[in-house]
């Protein structure tokens, strides 16, 4: 996530699993941890048992919440409200880390005098164009900097994805050299970023904060007070998150707003401290480290733009930072196009680095299926995945899927996506009809993790090996096998093509050895193409190796030694009891096999530990080299008093004392100046459907949020202050329960767990079943702008009604596993959602949004589009009475 | 509650008549203070017992849709919300002083752990009660008490008679339907050949791996160790710290159920630590083995063994062929 | 069994042996006696890792005659430490299950049903289509002039449930095709 990205350097967990049971307090928000994690959830019950605080912020009492020893309900969507108060309650009580804030965050540092903080301008930062919908983040630098690399190059209007790509590589903004120039060591230039910070959360109170989230001022209190407590030389507090933190228009902001406590309270890159990521899928972390994501090439490298010409050296010199480890972006770069193009890639070619296609600002899932619908998209390939009932607004989705010329799913079963054509809830309304559905499909049946070799990515950056246990069966095949032949049938059919458009396909190196009767390519192959080699053929030990002449080639850079020495590294399967609680030996984690990351700031400036009891990573000055339980985050031999010269380059240039080394300055960012689309800084804006207003600024919801205001399928409910607004009164959440997993595809189908939660249902407290007439056990309809779904339902205390500025504000509760098909059937949440999205990542916002409820079941057959139809007209005619949207707000299509 | 029968804490045909092939007697420590609800346990039984699916019925009983133990679930799950605090108030001095500081007058001090809401987890299992009354009433000797101590039902004996099923004070042993068709229970079919036929199932603390060295699968499957396998006595000395903690920490209504020898089954091989009256998860508050009245059975039994036994044998050999 | 022997493993006889009751060894059957787990007759145990979450349990997959026979923890993992929640542990369930498909199935525009299609069929077939719509749709430049060398009518979704080695292999496969919408389970 580019929130941890900017903030730290790199975008993964900055910890693991079990380094929680070194914690002295766990704030878990935005996960539902015992529920959706179970197994890594028994680190957070071993810290209890030894005395920690387990606090669950949450809209909704959960298993984790029954687990832990404080639950705090807080409305959907206000989540920056409350830590921006965690922030204002560390600055005005003075329980910062006052060493570690000043030596290893961007707090000393002055701000370019052209910087308008939301405070005083309403909540929009400065630099804002209405018109084009976006910033401009030049006024955001430091002081006396200029904006990092080639902006002058950049068109007018050019977005590129430096927001993203940086976002996980860290570049720094501008930093010319290891130190930023101008800084304040006693912190109290009204320009500096611990300041400016301070003047920012200044109007968190505790009473705010209650008001806002609907908490009390005393529980805000406690919680504030306990994580302060928690925190310091001698004790550490963690941060657990899941998708209840990014699946918001300011989602990757609200990671950031934690990120920042850490560094406030210095609990990052020690034991026991630091933000732990949550991950849903087995390798969604290896997804995005080896992307299949439009946006970046393996290893967060950024995909070039359409506007983002010049060539390799172009490419390089924006990409490369002055300072840090991405000083040497060209051996990566140049790395992976070798890994491609082999021996076509030469100097002389740039790598065949012209060989790479160019992408727009954004042509993310979202917006390919707006594609689908416009007719552009024609051709679709799914594998593994579920949209018509995992992504937002499955309608839409479904829609979409019936534009399309042809569709390729690959799955264990057959699940919505694949049989929308003639079992989905637009067949049952007669939107769609089977006999004029075009799409043709291919359902080609997939191997399980069972039959087949490879390695899974885990939440904390695990790279870990699974063997083959037996052979697929009949047609079933991997993924690895449909790819490589699909790639090996290409490269015949183009064989000997004089087209340029082919030569990439040509000159594309696929030699990976074959084996069985159904000649399943070996991974191993694979993995050691991505871990990578010299031109010697010998396998690297890691990436400080890598070379921009083109003598080494490596498939991802920051997996590069996975496969070193002969082995197979992910595959090492030491048993824990061997070894230690890092547990090294087990399986290897990027990057450089360490554990918890920036773990030099685990000693204090000299190289010591803060304290014994927290004891990490440490300088031994008679060895002369940093030592610890972890591999050291850092230079191994460079000691904590190195000073870089003035002509120091990439990691040279990061000074002993600063741990954050992906960092352009080696600094955590408590201000982004850079990297970040909507702001340097958290704000607390509503959800982009919100039955509320937002009490800090008249500037409502994200400016910067993606809207597709156009888009006839991706209508949106009134929000507060339109007319029509009462007819969605409810703030709705969707989640997951232990019983199923995402959208239901491994689990629906899978008896012994379709039994277990059988029924799709929505969850209600006692006084919204009483306002509604709901009957506990019986049925209710869920409606939004975008369609209406039943569910059974199970009136419960859990879901607290929260009290605010005087309004109740009851909250509706609905699991997102359910689809048409399978053991278990019922109505998918996510046709509810839209698809209004985060502007740095493009994720939805399904954790907060409006509803409304009725008693019964909803319409069926032709009766559910006309029942539609007649509310979407209703509210159309509402609307005409007023402006259809906030005059201020940004729109993009 | 006084029985007829004295309850001695050690259990008829153990370890005696097994001799030197006597093992240790092992049983569940399942302590409910650390249950996530998570039902790990439920399928990790079904998985290794190739136990069919036991009907997809939504219940609306918070988040149990299993119910009851049965011929088809041999660990439940209960789940129950209630309107109390998991664990009993103190103070909390240091937040009223910080919140004073931090300038909201009038901030009333917070309450650890203080809440209106708790939702327990327990899972629930085959007592193996150390008097089992199931055992005492089957006539075929299909029940038994193992080497391990445990009583199991042997597939290959029981005859789906039943007369086991209401002995049972928890309500545990149940004779398992045919499925009406495969979509009824769709694992029935790949049950590797075993007949559906109306015999009595539940835990059987997974004999057959501890014959092999191996714990129980629930057990090994729990996230959080709250259900624990062990020797019999460890377990009770390990749940008697248990509790004395859980006092200190001052959780609401902790309590040991069925870690008693002097009690009406004489103590369970598996036994619980939870939060509340027994009765709240569903369980007796307290069980008695029906078989204390023994005598007055015998007699009923006599009149019928006579007419029986032959028909025993008979079935016994024709088993065999 | 011969007839001594079966008469010796009358229950009656055997209660004369120190079990009068008959509760305890004397009830115990033959199969009983001799019961194992089945896992201790398995061929081979493969190491694995849970295919749900992304905690990254390891798993034990025993296999007896090419077929999984049990599913569970791998005490060895300093992650899991031989631990599985409901979904991990059924896990061969999902493998196994009744509903898992395993021929190819084709619809054919405005079609109304499934039809077979052989595996080697159906591969030769989206070459066509990827190759077809591609050449249809090719943009070497953007309007503006600027490097484009894309196809933006081809998409591919998903990625976050697959391997390191299939994510590389789509990545790479597809950007040396010019198909730039690749994208997962990471939006969602």
């Given amino acids: 996530m580019p929130s941890l990205g900017t903030t730290f350097g790199r975008g993964g967990a900055t910890t693991f699993q079990q380094d929680l049971m070194n914690a002295d307090c766990i704030t878990i928000m935005g996960s539902n941890m015992a529920e959706n994690h179970p197994v890594g959830f028994q680190w957070v019950l071993e810290a209890r048992e030894r005395g920690a605080e387990v606090i669950h912020i949450d809209p909704r009492f959960t298993r984790t919440s029954a687990m832990a020893t404080k639950h705090i309900g807080i409305r959907a969507g206000s989540d920056i409200a409350f830590l921006g108060g965690v922030v204002n309650y560390i600055l005005a009580n003075d329980r910062w880390f006052h060493e570690y804030v000043r030596c290893y965050t961007n707090a000393r540092v002055i701000v370019a005098d052209e910087f308008v903080d939301t405070e005083d301008g309403d909540g929009l930062f400065s630099g804002w164009d209405p018109e084009k919908g976006r910033y401009d983040v030049t006024t955001w630098q430091y002081k006396g900097m200029t904006v990092h690399g080639a902006a002058g190059q950049r068109e007018e209007g050019f977005k590129g994805t430096k927001g ?361 192959d694979v993995l050691r193409e991505i871990s990578g080699w010299d031109d010697k053929g010998q396998m690297l030990a890691g990436y400080k190796l890598l070379k921009a002449d083109g003598s080494t080639s490596c498939g991802c850079w920051i997996y590069c030694g996975s496969f070193a020495d002969g082995e197979n590294k992910t595959a090492r399967k030491k048993p824990h009891w061997e070894q230690s609680d890092a547990a090294l030996e087990w399986a290897w984690a990027w990057p450089a096999n360490r554990r918890l ?195 059974r339902v199970l009136v419960t205390d859990r879901m607290r009604p929260l009290r605010m500025n005087g309004r109740v504000v009851h909250q509706v509760g609905l699991p997102y596993h359910w689809g048409q098909r399978g053991y278990t059937t019922g109505g998918a949440a996510n046709d509810l959602a839209h698809m209004a999205l985060d502007p740095n990542v493009h994720i939805q916002e399904v954790k907060a949004f409006t509803c409304d409820i009725r008693p019964g079941r909803r319409p069926r057959g032709p009766k559910l589009a006309a029942f539609m139809n007649e509310l979407r007209e209703r509210v159309e005619a509402e609307r005409g009475r007023a402006p259809r949207r906030e005059p201020e707000e940004a729109r993009e299509t | 509650m006084t029985t007829p029968m004295q309850p001695t804490g050690a259990p008829a045909a153990w370890p005696d008549t097994y001799g030197e092939d006597a093992k240790p007697r092992v049983g569940f420590f399942t302590d409910t203070s650390i249950c996530i609800g998570c039902k790990a346990c439920e399928v990790a039984c079904k998985e290794w017992n190739l136990i069919p699916e036991d009907g997809r019925v939504w219940t609306g009983e918070s988040y149990d849709n299993t119910s009851a133990l049965g011929a088809n679930s041999w660990r439940h799950v209960a789940f129950v919300e209630q309107r109390k605090p998991l664990r009993l108030a103190e103070p909390f001095p240091e937040a009223d002083a910080r919140a004073g500081e931090a300038g909201s007058a009038g901030a009333q001090p917070a309450e650890v752990g203080v809440a209106d809401l708790r939702w327990l987890m327990a899972s629930d299992v085959c007592k193996h009660c150390t008097h089992a009354g199931c055992l005492d009433v089957c006539p075929t000797g299909a029940l038994f008490r193992t080497e391990f101590g445990t009583v199991v039902v042997q597939e290959d004996v029981c005859n789906g008679c039943g007369y086991c099923v209401p002995t049972c004070p928890f309500g545990v042993l149940d004779k398992r339907d045919l499925a009406r068709s495969p979509d009824d229970a769709p694992l029935a079919l790949p049950l590797f050949g075993k007949k559906e036929d109306g015999r009595v199932w539940k835990c059987t603390l997974c004999y057959d791996r501890l014959k092999g060295g191996l714990e129980p699968a629930c057990a090994k499957a729990c996230p959080t160790d709250s259900i624990q396998f062990d020797e019999l006595d460890e377990l009770r000395k390990r749940a008697e710290r248990r509790l004395e903690k859980l006092r200190v920490e001052r959780w609401n209504g902790a309590r040991l159920y069925g870690q008693d020898a002097g009690d009406g089954v004489g103590g369970f091989g598996a036994f619980f630590l939870l939060l509340d009256e027994p009765e709240v998860y569903g369980l007796p508050p307290d069980p008695v083995v029906p078989t204390a009245h023994l005598p007055k059975l015998w007699r009923t039994t006599a009149l019928a063994a006579a007419g029986l036994l032959a028909g025993i044998a008979a079935a016994f050999v024709g088993g065999r062929e | 069994m011969g007839f001594l022997e079966l008469v010796r493993s009358w229950p009656v006889l055997k209660q004369l042996d120190g079990d009068p009751l008959g509760l305890g060894k004397a009830a115990q059957s033959e199969r009983s006696r001799t019961l194992r787990p089945r896992v201790a007759d398995a061929d081979h145990v493969a190491r694995s890792i849970c295919p749900f979450c992304a905690v990254g349990c390891a798993q034990l997959v025993y296999v007896e005659d090419g077929q999984v026979t049990q599913v569970e923890g791998d005490p060895a993992s300093p992650i899991s430490r031989g631990r599985l929640c409901p979904k991990g542990a059924a896990t061969k369930n999902m493998h196994a299950g009744p509903l898992r498909e395993y021929k190819v199935k084709y619809r054919r525009p405005y079609g109304t049903e499934w039809e077979e299609l052989p595996l080697e069929q159906a591969m030769d077939m989206i070459v066509d289509r990827i190759l077809r719509t591609r050449d249809e749709t090719w943009e070497d430049e953007t309007p503006e002039g600027n490097p484009a060398r894309r196809t933006m009518a081809i998409a591919n979704l998903g990625g976050a449930t697959l391997d390191n080695e299939e994510n590389y292999l789509i990545k790479k496969l597809c950007t040396a095709l010019g198909i730039v919408q690749v994208e997962n389970q990471a939006r969602i």
């Fill in chain 1, 164 to 524: 993203e790509q940086s976002g996980h590589g860290g570049h720094g903004g501008g930093l010319e050299h290891g130190d930023p120039p101008e800084e304040d060591w006693d912190l109290e230039d009204p320009r500096c970023v611990f300041q400016i910070l301070k003047r920012h959360y200044r109007r968190y109170t505790p009473e705010f904060v209650a008001d806002a989230c609907g908490c009390s001022v005393e529980d805000f209190l406690w919680y504030a007070e306990t994580l302060c407590r928690n925190s310091g030389r001698e004790r550490t507090g963690a941060f657990v998150y899941a998708v209840g933190w990014t699946q918001h228009t300011v989602g990757v902001q609200l990671i950031r707003t934690a990120a920042i406590i850490q560094l406030l309270l210095g609990n990052v890159g020690r034991p026991g401290g630091g933000v732990m990521a949550l991950r849903g899928h087995a390798s969604i972390q290896g997804s995005t480290d080896i992307p299949t994501l439009y946006n970046i090439l393996p290893g967060y490298l950024t995909m070039p733009h359409t506007e983002d010409y010049g060539g390799l050296g172009g490419y390089v010199e924006r990409t490369t930072a002055p300072a840090g480890w991405w000083g040497n972006a060209d051996a990566y770069i140049v790395s992976l196009l070798k890994a491609w193009w082999g021996s076509a890639a030469t100097e002389e070619n740039e790598f065949c680095f012209e060989y790479l296609p160019r992408i727009d600002d954004d042509n993310s899932n979202y917006w390919t299926v707006q594609q689908m619908l416009k007719g552009k998209v024609t051709g679709y390939i799914v594998v593994g995945e579920n949209p018509a009932v995992g992504s937002a607004n499955g309608r839409a989705q479904r829609l979409a899927l019936a534009k399309l010329d042809w569709l390729v799913v690959r799955d264990l079963v057959e699940i919505e996506t694949a049989a929308f054509w003639y079992d989905s809830p637009e067949i049952e309304s007669g939107e769609l009809v089977t006999e004029q559905i075009p799409t043709e499909v291919f359902f080609l049946p997939a191997a399980s993790h069972l039959e087949k070799d490879g390695s899974f990515t885990n939440t904390q950056r695990l790279l870990q090996w699974h063997y083959k246990a037996v052979e697929p069966k009949d047609d079933c095949r991997s993924e690895l096998w449909f790819y490589y032949h699909l790639g090996r049938m290409i490269k015949a059919r183009l064989k000997g093509s004089k087209d340029p458009k082919n030569r990439p396909i040509n000159d594309l190196t696929w030699e990976y050895g074959t084996h069985g009767e159904t000649h399943e390519p070996s991974a191993e």
């Fill in chain 1, 597 to 791: 990351l920036y773990n030099r700031a685990s000693a204090d400036p000299y190289g010591n530990p803060w304290s014994e009891r927290k004891q990490y990573v440490w300088w031994d000055p008679e060895q002369e080299q940093w030592t610890g339980i972890d591999t050291p985050d850092f230079d191994e031999e460079k000691p904590p008093n190195y000073v870089p010269s003035s002509g120091a380059k990439g990691p040279d240039a990061v000074a002993g004392d600063h741990p954050f080394i992906m960092q352009a300055d080696g600094l955590g960012w408590l201000y982004v100046p850079q990297g970040l689309e909507d702001g340097p800084l958290p704000t607390h804006y509503e959800p982009h459907e919100s039955p509320f207003d937002n009490p800090l600024y008249s500037q409502r919801a994200n400016p910067r949020r993606q809207q597709n205001k156009d888009l006839d399928e991706d209508p949106y409910n009134p929000v507060d202050g339109e007319p029509g607004s009462e007819l969605f009164p409810y703030v709705v959440t969707t989640y997951r329960l232990t019983e199923h997993h995402t959208a239901g595809g491994m689990t629906r189908f899978t008896p012994y767990l379709a039994e277990l939660q059988p029924q799709m249902f929505v969850e209600v407290h006692p006084d919204l079943a009483r306002e509604r007439g709901l009957e506990h056990g019986g049925w209710a309809t869920i409606v939004s702008m975008r369609s209406a779904i039943e569910a």
